[in-house]
């Protein structure tokens, strides 16, 4: 019913910058909030930053001050701006949103995620 794409994955080196999106696309009435999540092998979930419809935003300590976070409601979209990349951020970064649904139901999407490698 609703579906998230994250794109923008790759293999830079530490010190790079990468640019992460993620697109919803289905039965969406509104999106109350957007976040990115992190998972390195071995290692639990970890959310990075998250962005509400009136553009507040989080920030795990861990990239504040190199990570920004940035949405568009009518867009349907969420962006992750990451500078100064360290080898420790290398994970599976998803995308997860809390969806009002065309029924005015409520749930939260997950995307497939998308790989960020970051070399030494």
């Known amino acids: 019913q609703v579906q998230l794409v994250e794109s923008g994955g790759g293999l830079v080196q530490a010190g790079g910058s990468l640019r992460l999106s993620c697109a919803a696309s289905g039965s969406i009435f509104r999106i109350n909030a957007m976040r990115w999540y992190r998972q390195a092998p071995g290692k639990q979930r970890e959310l990075v930053a998250a962005i509400n419809s009136g553009s507040g935003t989080y920030y795990a300590d861990f990239v504040k001050g190199r990570f920004t976070i940035s949405g568009d409601n009518a867009k349907n979209t969420v962006n992750l701006q990451m500078n100064s990349l360290k080898p420790e951020d290398t994970a599976v970064y998803y995308c997860?949103?809390?969806?009002?649904?065309?029924?005015?139901?409520?749930?939260?999407?997950w995307g497939k995620g998308t790989l960020v490698t970051v070399s030494s």
């Open positions: 997860n949103a809390n969806v009002q649904t065309a029924d005015n139901s409520g749930a939260s999407y």
